[in-house]
């Protein structure tokens, strides 16, 4: 008796031409070429404010470097055993200095939300002390502090 098992290969996805990121990569392309064509009339159009449109096109060219970036970091390839998440699964590598690190900033975070969650103070319901300080010539002669209590 024989069993056959069919197994499925499983393949990566090649992405031709330009990678994942195809919009970043062409306002990448644009941003350059729009950069060079304005630095360009700086250049040579022979214009009162050539200035303007040389730092114009500089700019805009250095702006393009934002969706290069957004284009390389989209295309990055990270293996699966890389993705996985840190709240459920702790990863058996992750011992000594790591796990000391990952305690003493969970302990720190923890201290800073608690010292928000003061016991009682802004609960609704509870007692808020106002002060006044009236001037001299509308009220009297000196300055007079009055402390209402306000309940909400």
């Not at 449109?53 to 393009?64: D, R, T, V």
């Not at 969706?67 to 058996?92: A, C, Q, R, T």
């Not at 016991?119 to 009220?139: C, F, K, M, Q």
């Amino acid at each position: 008796m024989s069993t056959s098992v069919q197994v499925e290969t499983v393949r990566e996805i090649s992405y031709g031409g330009v990678g994942r990121c195809k919009c970043s990569f062409w306002f990448a392309v644009a941003h350059d070429i729009l950069g060079v064509l304005i630095m360009m009339v700086g250049v040579f159009g022979g214009l009162v404010i050539h200035d303007l449109f040389i730092y114009a096109g500089a700019i805009i060219i250095f702006l393009s470097l934002i969706w290069w970036v957004f284009w390389y970091s989209g295309n990055i390839d990270v293996p699966p055993e890389d993705l996985e998440d840190d709240v459920g699964m702790m990863k058996l590598k992750n011992k000594g200095l790591s796990k000391v690190v990952r305690r003493v900033s969970g302990r720190l975070s923890n201290r800073i939300r608690n010292s928000f969650r003061k016991s009682g103070s802004n609960r609704p319901g509870g007692e808020v002390s106002l002060s006044t300080v009236y001037d001299s010539t509308i009220a009297s002669s000196s300055k007079e502090i009055y402390r209402e209590t306000l309940s909400i």
